[in-house]
């Protein structure tokens, strides 16, 4: 195993956070999770181009930010206070950063060598991502769903992305402006989960032009649809 210094090595940690949250005893609560989950996002089909992508953003959401109806914690947060008790303080670190990950809408604002320069919408922050692969198809400019883990002193990215059509970056930074100024209470989640669903039509309807669908003054029935 790599050093636990190595912004590499948090995969084995992820493996067991995820053997926890997938023990038998929990399977229940993950299926109501994934339900919840579709709910949120659109259903997807094993057919689908971004399905995927998709289970892995579920996995994300059930590990990192549902939290549990009994626990009242998320399976990060409980595997964390576990960690704790009987673990040295260089693994209960580890362990840490899985509660503190960033999940967001943001836009691409650099691409370097092995980095990754985002702005989260809302709060116009800037994030520098180590990335040492090349994101194929990503440009500045750029809007993407995407999710941060901070390890060893570095931001590195999950697995689980939602990637937005060039063409609707200009309506979803438009709506972000447009909820930041008259609905300022309603959580930028609402706005993530609101695109995923967008993304999903997007692949649903080749005959249905990209900018209605990511057209936010509006909400057709088939757009409502979760399916």
């Known amino acids: 195993m790599d050093s636990p210094l190595s912004p590499l090595s948090y995969q084995p940690y992820l493996d067991q956070l995820i053997a926890f949250g997938s023990q038998e005893s929990r399977k229940p609560d993950l299926l109501e999770a994934k339900a ?3 709910r949120l996002t659109g259903e997807v089909f094993e057919d689908d181009k971004i399905f995927e992508l998709r289970m892995a953003s ?6 990192f930010d549902r939290v549990s109806p009994i626990s009242k914690l998320t399976p990060a947060a409980e595997l964390y206070q576990l960690r704790l008790q009987g673990a040295s303080p260089e693994e209960a670190n580890a362990f840490r950063c899985f509660t503190e990950t960033v999940h967001g809408l943001f836009e691409v604002r650099k691409l370097g060598k092995g980095l990754v320069r985002l702005r989260e919408l809302f709060s116009g922050k800037d994030f520098d991502v180590t990335e040492r692969r090349t994101v194929a198809g990503l440009e500045t ?5 995407a999710r941060l883990i901070p390890f060893a002193g570095h931001l590195l990215f999950s697995s689980a992305f939602c990637f937005h059509p060039r063409v609707a970056v200009k309506s979803i930074k438009a709506e972000v402006k447009r909820r930041k100024k008259k609905e300022p209470d309603r959580p930028p989640a609402e706005l993530v989960w609101e695109c ?3 993304a999903v039509k997007v692949e649903r309807y080749k005959q249905i032009a990209i900018e209605r669908i990511y057209d936010f003054s509006q909400t057709t029935p088939w757009l409502a649809s979760a399916s």
């Open 58 to 63: 579920f996995l994300d959401f059930y590990l």
């Open 36 to 38: 919840e989950y579709l």
């Open 196 to 198: 995923a669903r967008r």
């Open 141 to 145: 400019g750029d809007v993407l769903e």
